[in-house]
């Protein structure tokens, strides 16, 4: 009897593995759309007196679609803002600039949009946008997002050598 228990562990181990081999190779298959776009992610919070007030999140949308997104119409961001203020606070008390410069135009991202579904980090309590820049040749883009009076994150992306 004692002889058995090995041999029933052993199986039982084997058929388990086998039933589970295709979940985990899907769990852990290759994707490069989203390793771009978590390449080409910055994040940062607002803090006021240890209090996180937002957290920002910024992707480079240019290099992950460059057919959709060219440089030559401008430079295009998918922000993401979680925030425990009251939004029209945030609304009213906001800016975004890149290298100093105003965004073009600001659009509210919805969960049933496909960009949304495609980008890295998204959450339910997270208001997302799409946000147009004016072209620029400069190699270093740094996005500043503050909420006054709170403060301001800086996220920096450094475009990459043309090939």
């Given amino acids: ?38 390449a080409y992610t910055r994040e940062g919070q607002i803090v006021k007196e240890l ?6 999140s910024a992707t480079l949308l240019n290099e992950i679609f460059p057919k959709k997104y060219s440089y030559d119409k401008g430079v295009y961001f998918f922000v993401g803002i979680v925030s ?25 991202v919805d969960e049933e949009d496909t960009l949304y579904k495609l980008m890295p980090n998204v959450n339910r309590w997270g208001k997302y946008f799409l946000v147009t ?9 740094t996005i500043d997002f503050g909420i006054y009076p709170y403060g301001s994150v800086k996220l920096t992306f450094q ?3 043309p090939r």
């Fill in 84 to 108: 425990p203020l009251d939004p029209e606070e945030i609304q009213k008390n906001y800016r975004i600039t890149m290298n100093g410069e105003s965004p073009l135009s600001i659009k509210r």
């Fill in 51 to 56: 209090e996180t007030k937002a957290a920002v």
């Fill in 1 to 38: 009897m004692k002889k058995l228990y090995p041999l029933l562990l052993a199986a039982l181990i084997g058929l388990g593995g086998c039933s589970a081999k295709n979940e985990m190779a899907q769990l852990f298959s290759h994707d490069p759309l989203y390793e771009k776009a978590v």
């Fill in 133 to 141: 820049f004016p072209p620029t040749s400069a190699k270093r883009l």
């Fill in 159 to 161: 475009r990459p050598l």
